[in-house]
């Protein structure tokens, strides 16, 4: 059985490990097994400590020399589920306790958590906490006393981040943050706060600068990024991240609706010079307007799991009202509005389109399922994607029909280009010729769509030529026909 993670025990004599029944990530949605091993003994005893449901994120930490720590979903049972840290007994379960006292739960209600580290202070942990569109640090014990260690201003984490106690006892944070209404890119930082300031309700500020990554940054255009709040059509309210180009007034400009990936992702107010990140489209003299939209993370729970078997709903009509939003307050030009997105937010771009036929003026597809049965039976995720569609091509019903762009093609005029990886195992690349042979034959435009297909390439894009074909090709198909 494959180790997918480990940790060692305070006293560096027994390690926890996570092992799924093969190295697939098919695996990864059969049930997991936690296990001790006594590196002390002779004979390395090995005693069960839990089972999980499936894998939510290969994490493990043993902060306390009685409890380990890790990351499932709110209800367990459920794929579509907010991230949550529970707490469970370091041995098998005692016959005498609760299920309440084996399992420890926090958050997850209406924060998420999406990533934890260990203090090694012998009980504390530091978590990640998505509240919308922000996140913040905090840190806390299986007794569930917790304080906010950071909190953000304008910033935002993006990448890695640790917090230690010092020699002194003040708890050191190093983390990688960026800000996009600062314009200021990632880069690593370091703060620290004494244990009473802590108590006392202070939080850390990230005071010294380790290290000048991006300095280059400083010769490039500078964006503005916004964080708005609209209403959904049935009045939910919902955060959208919006960024554009600092030497233009936001007033009626091409607009592109970029929604995340996912479904269970978020934007936040960061600034990521990346491939397919938002700042691409701004830097050519868009609009971009990110939705938060319903089955994403930082709402908790319910508003996650409200996606599940309600694809091609409240996703889709929460990134339509964002745009609608930015048309009424002037900022967005609606006879210039563009779409696209990758993966999930390739998805919603396929199903834009076939939604509104020829609104959007030109549309970018990377590595989208337009075809839910298909990518179900193909795709290396089956079982989440049953869970999140609501049926199976094997399923006595065929939920998955109803929600697949490819049902709906006739009469797309929008120009779609649409990108994809050969090698890519989490959506197919068939999804990508499907809906592309579709759109030729049934749209009524044939000549309005174009299908690249990257060789050796996964699921995303990682080859420098590979890259830079994408980045020219997105920008100038959107620049024909909305500039």
């Known amino acids: 059985m494959p180790t997918t993670t480990a940790a060692w025990s305070p006293d560096s004599k027994d390690l926890v490990i996570m092992m799924k029944v093969d190295s697939s990530f098919e695996a990864e949605e059969l049930p997991i097994v936690v296990l001790r091993v006594s590196m002390s003994s002779v004979d390395n005893k090995i005693e069960d400590v839990c089972m999980l449901p499936r894998l939510r994120v290969p994490i493990l930490l043993w902060p306390s020399a009685d409890e380990v720590a890790l990351l499932q979903g709110f209800m367990p049972d459920i794929h579509l589920s907010s991230l949550t840290v529970y707490f469970h007994y370091a041995r098998s379960d005692p016959s005498d306790s609760t299920k309440e006292e084996i399992w420890k739960k926090f958050y997850g209600d209406v924060e998420d958590v999406i990533h934890i580290s260990d203090v090694c202070n012998g009980k504390t942990i530091a978590a990640a906490i998505m509240f919308g569109v922000n996140t913040r640090i905090d840190v806390i014990d299986s007794s569930g006393a917790k304080n906010v260690l950071w909190k953000p201003n304008d910033e935002a984490p993006t990448g890695e981040y640790d917090v230690k106690i010092n020699k002194n006892g003040d708890y050191v944070l190093a983390m990688v943050v960026s800000s996009g209404p600062k314009f200021e890119p990632p880069e690593l930082w370091a703060g620290a706060i004494s244990a009473s300031k802590l108590e006392a309700g202070g939080t850390i500020q990230l005071t010294e600068r380790l290290s000048t990554h991006h300095n280059w940054a400083g010769d490039m255009p500078t964006l503005k990024t916004e964080v708005v709040e609209y209403k959904a059509q049935d009045g939910t309210a919902l955060e959208g991240v919006l960024t554009w180009p600092k030497d233009r007034e936001r007033n009626a400009l091409p607009t592109i609706l970029f929604p995340h990936y996912g479904p269970y992702w978020k934007n936040s107010p960061s600034l990521e010079l990346d491939l397919f990140g938002r700042e691409i489209f701004a830097f050519a003299g868009y609009l971009v307007l990110c939705p938060q939209y319903r089955g994403g993370a930082g709402r908790g729970h319910a508003f996650t799991e409200s996606l599940r078997g309600n694809l091609g709903t409240i996703d889709w009509t929460d990134c339509w009202d964002l745009l609608q939003y930015a048309i009424q307050q002037g900022w967005a030009d609606r006879d210039k509005c563009g779409l696209a997105g990758w993966s999930m937010g390739g998805y919603l771009t ?124 997105m920008v100038e198909h959107l620049d024909t026909y909305l500039k």
């Open 350 to 473: 396929a199903w834009g389109v076939t939604q509104t036929k020829d609104f959007f003026k030109a549309a970018v597809m990377g590595c989208g399922i337009t075809d839910w049965g298909a990518d179900i039976a193909a795709s290396d995720i089956p079982d989440e994607l049953v869970a999140i569609v609501g049926s199976a091509p094997w399923s006595g019903h065929r939920k998955d029909l109803d929600c697949s762009p490819i049902m709906h093609v006739k009469g797309v005029k929008t120009p779609v280009l649409i990108m994809h990886g050969q090698e890519d195992q989490r959506v197919p690349t068939a999804q990508g010729i499907e809906f592309y042979r579709g759109l030729r034959r049934m749209s009524g435009y044939p000549e309005n769509h174009q299908l690249v297909i990257y060789p050796r390439e996964g699921h995303g894009l990682s080859e420098q030529k590979h890259v830079e074909d994408a980045l020219r090709r």
